[in-house]
């Protein structure tokens, strides 16, 4: 979605204030969870919906 929208990494770390470290957990899938908030704000700034950036991944059994 940050491709879509021609956005780095770094400025969408500006537009959700969200540090870098965190924005790069979430984009490479190891975040075990994320607030509704930084969710919302991500959305906004990418104008997009959660399923648009999100992806269910069930664990390991």
Do not use: H
């Amino acid at each position: 979605m940050m491709a879509r929208r021609k956005m780095s990494l770094n400025e969408l770390s500006e537009k959700v204030d969200v540090t870098l470290s965190n924005l790069s957990i979430l984009k490479t899938g190891k975040a075990k969870a994320i607030r509704f908030s930084t969710l919302e704000a991500i959305c906004k700034a990418l104008d997009c919906q959660p399923a648009d950036i999100l992806e269910y991944r069930p664990d390991p059994a």
